[in-house]
């Protein structure tokens, strides 16, 4: 399934410029690497299914 | 009883030696401010010394001014709290070129209205996004016990100054793990309490969500005298609790008695070197801790407190993403350009998951007061360390650090970290975590460790 995987390179590089972000030549690369990283990280949680009526705690209380 | 000019001295036994007129503050002061400059060189934990504030203040009380529980007693703040008249720099160079702050913290304040009196400002991990205490515009804060390694971040001037005995208190940020982190690398006693217990105003803030204060110290009293004195209800920070205060010192030495403890499996018994789960296994033993319980979900907390950070991180950061990517740490630099890159869907998943691992968490506390899990998965890596081995598995030092304190700050419960050292070894922390609003408990299991000698913090 590797066609399944984003191409990050280009993630970065559209991302960025929709949110009108300059990611200079020199930082462009590691930019890369914390969004793959960002992905492998947040696995577990994209992974979980969650009810429909759990929404988020308007006003957080521990 | 330590010599109260000394740096084996807590802040407690600084005070009541003030408080009964055996030494003076300014004597107090003086010492403190001898042992920085003596120690700086090795261990860069301050940005800013307010030396001339700091003995105007202790006259002051010498004349008989500013009586409290902290009588005399000097500390130092990481530096994202605000100390009037200095930029406050949030590890940052950019923020320099900032306005100077109007006025301190309310944490500052509080801390001098009980008697204390404020030091300076300590070094940190820029913008609070490190758990390392490096830091490319100041230099690392450098671990007292060792200084080739870390003092873990990003309240890393904080571990610091306090192992060091350059001051008996500091006070640190907590967001995913900015307290317990130092403190489990530097040996000491860490309070993170409860989401929304201390105020956070007059503080520079990192991830709304999940920002919290608190202090560091070498003695359980000096965490509850502190604690107890920056308790209260402050309309400047929304997220303030209006509850009463709820004081910890008078129960501190009550023991264990009544208290069920538990041990954290699965998630929190695996990827970490074999000296946390040993710590975490002496703790438990010196408790009588036989239970195990699961965090359900734990790699999933972790996962979402990673991507609201990430998310909210970048989001505060923007502009000056935009403006001035050149000012900013290389280590934080492309790690929040990155997060303004996430997905939306990311945020708000991980905002609706945090709801239901709240539910399951606060379940377990039917069933018992105290969970222990490890601080850090290792002690301090040497600075500069980029991977680390856990479990013979390659990762890497800044996000690992964390693993096991990012899923505990995520939903808010208080934790004291609580120091663990074998002889010849660096120390290391263990997490004693009590249901929302129980710092009271936490304490009482961390000054029952202290007082049976399994968790000792001395100066290196």
């Not at chain 2, 004081?247 to 699965?266: C, K, N, Y």
């Not at chain 2, 009271?440 to 399994?454: C, D, M």
């Amino acid at each position: 399934m590797a066609d399944d995987k984003p191409d990050i390179a280009r993630w970065v590089d559209e991302g960025a410029k929709a949110i009108g972000l300059p990611i200079a030549p020199e930082y462009r690369e590691k930019v890369i690497v914390n969004v793959e990283r960002s992905l492998a990280i947040a696995g577990p949680l994209l992974a979980l299914e969650l009810d429909d009526e759990l929404t988020p705690l308007p006003v957080y209380r521990p | 009883m330590s010599d109260p000019l000394s740096k084996a001295a807590t802040a407690s036994e600084i005070a009541r030696a003030v408080m009964s007129g055996k030494v003076k503050a300014s004597a107090v002061i003086d010492a403190a401010l001898r042992r920085i400059a003596a120690a700086e060189p090795a261990v860069n934990a301050f940005t800013d010394i307010v030396a001339d504030r700091s003995r105007k203040r202790a006259a002051e009380i010498d004349a008989g001014r500013h009586l409290g529980p902290l009588m005399g007693v000097p500390f130092a703040v990481k530096n994202l709290f605000d100390i009037e008249g200095l930029a406050t720099r949030a590890g940052s160079k950019i923020n320099v070129d900032g306005p100077r702050a109007s006025r301190d913290g309310a944490l500052v304040r509080k801390l001098e209205a009980a008697g204390a009196i404020l030091v300076g400002g300590l070094n940190m991990g820029e913008y609070a996004y490190d758990f390392t205490g490096e830091n490319a515009h100041y230099g690392p804060s450098r671990n007292p016990h060792d200084p080739t390694r870390m003092t873990g971040g990003s309240s890393g001037g904080s571990g610091a100054a306090v192992a060091a005995g350059e001051v008996p208190l500091a006070l640190g940020s907590d967001t995913n793990g900015s307290i317990r982190v130092p403190a489990s690398l530097c040996g000491l006693f860490g309070l993170k309490p409860t989401y929304g217990r201390l105020s956070r105003a007059g503080s520079f803030p990192f991830v709304d969500a999940f920002d919290h204060l608190g202090p560091l110290a070498r003695s359980t009293e000096d965490l509850a005298l502190s604690f107890d004195a920056m308790q209260g209800w402050d309309p400047d920070d929304p997220v303030c609790t209006d509850r009463d205060i709820e004081s910890t010192v008078p129960t501190l030495h009550e023991g264990i008695g009544g208290l069920r403890i538990a041990v954290a499996g699965d998630y929190f018994a695996k990827g970490g070197e074999p000296e946390c789960f040993e710590a975490v296994a002496t703790v438990a033993k010196a408790l009588g801790a036989s239970k195990t319980v699961v965090l359900p979900h734990a790699a999933a907390a972790r996962s979402a407190a990673y991507v609201i950070t990430a998310i909210e991180g970048a989001q505060l950061h923007l502009p000056r993403l935009r403006t001035r990517p050149q000012d900013f740490d290389s280590d934080t630099r492309e790690r929040f350009m990155a997060g303004a890159l996430l997905p939306g869907s990311w945020y708000v998943k991980a905002q609706r998951f945090r709801r239901q691992y709240r539910a399951e968490v606060l379940k377990l506390f039917n069933e018992v007061d105290i969970i222990l899990a490890p601080a850090t998965p290792c002690s301090a890596p040497r600075l500069g360390q980029v991977m680390m081995s856990i479990g013979g598995v390659e990762l890497p030092v800044r996000a690992n650090l964390g693993l096991f304190t990012q899923p505990i700050s995520f939903i808010g419960l208080p934790v004291v970290a609580v120091p663990v050292r074998k002889s010849g070894a660096l120390p290391i922390g263990v997490q004693v975590i009590a249901r929302p609003y129980s710092e009271a408990a936490a304490l009482r299991v961390a000054a029952y460790l202290e007082k049976q000698g399994t968790c000792v913090s001395e100066p290196a």
